[in-house]
């Protein structure tokens, strides 16, 4: 019971601990801004992955999942009677975790989509097998549409799916599909848009020349700034360029 002791606070900050606490004010404030930049699916995901943030989030999430699975399992301590109590307590952690990874309460406010994040929760409550199946049909068809927002629609539905296909469909593996659609839900309620923080890069923007035609030069001057590309599932149009549209 000692490591029991240790194990849940570690699991619980892992898991609550919003990635935006620990997110750079450059960041933020481009978060902040709802700039969008148009580029393909898969140059999205690069970009993602290139950002340290994100590979923390993938760990910490693992770690705080792995931990709280351990203690709260009734199997392990023999007590069948805890079962229900156990169950519950994993699935009101999962919601107000996912809740506080998702919305960034700020002004104003916003719907982050937490990928690596929610990847690594549903490897390690779903099992590899149904969230591995799930996860590489929801990003190949988010590739194939070149939408990366599509991931938190598609995964969700692929863990249900895999999740009856291979008999291990149970509540938790509904509580992760659900915490998986959350950014997606969340952006269609409050019509708004889903927003990633990517890597550094040199900004390019579009600017008209007087007589109307359109030339593509670099910003002066170039700096490296982030680059945030915000899907979202509203109505709203907006004009798009190759630069940052506000």
């Known amino acids: 019971m000692t490591l029991d002791y240790v194990l849940v606070p570690v699991g619980l900050i892992c898991l609550g601990v919003p990635a935006t606490l620990f997110t750079p004010s450059k960041v933020k404030e481009k978060m902040r801004s709802g700039a969008r930049r ?4 898969f140059k999205s995901l690069v970009r993602m992955g290139c950002s340290p943030g994100n590979w923390i989030d993938l760990v910490r999430a693992g ?6 699975q351990h203690v709260l399992s009734a199997a392990k301590s023999g007590q069948d009677e805890l079962a229900l109590t156990y169950m519950v307590a994993k699935l009101a952690l999962i919601a ?3 809740a506080a990874q998702t919305v960034w309460l700020d002004r104003p406010l916003r719907v982050i989509g937490p ?3 929610l990847t ?4 390690v409550f779903c099992g590899p097998l149904v969230a591995g199946f799930a996860l590489t049909l929801g990003l190949g068809c988010a590739f194939i549409l070149r939408h990366m927002s599509l991931v ?3 995964v969700p539905a692929g863990l249900v799916a895999f999740g009856a296909l291979f008999r291990e469909l149970d509540l938790m593996t509904i509580a992760v599909a659900v915490a998986f659609s959350l950014p997606a839900f969340l952006s269609f309620a409050l019509r708004t848009r889903i927003t990633y923080a990517f890597k550094p890069i040199d900004v390019v923007v579009a600017v008209a020349s007087e007589t109307g ?3 593509t030069t670099p910003a002066a001057p170039e700096v490296p ?3 945030l590309i915000s899907p979202d599932f509203t109505n709203e149009t907006i004009e798009m360029s190759d630069g940052f549209v506000a």
């Open 63 to 68: 770690v705080g999942a792995w931990a709280i």
């Open 38 to 41: 148009r580029e393909d699916c």
């Open 115 to 117: 990928l690596f994040y």
């Open 152 to 154: 938190f629609v598609l």
């Open 96 to 98: 107000l975790c996912a």
């Open 213 to 215: 035609a359109e030339a």
């Open 225 to 227: 700034t982030e680059n």
């Open 120 to 123: 690594s929760l549903s490897l």
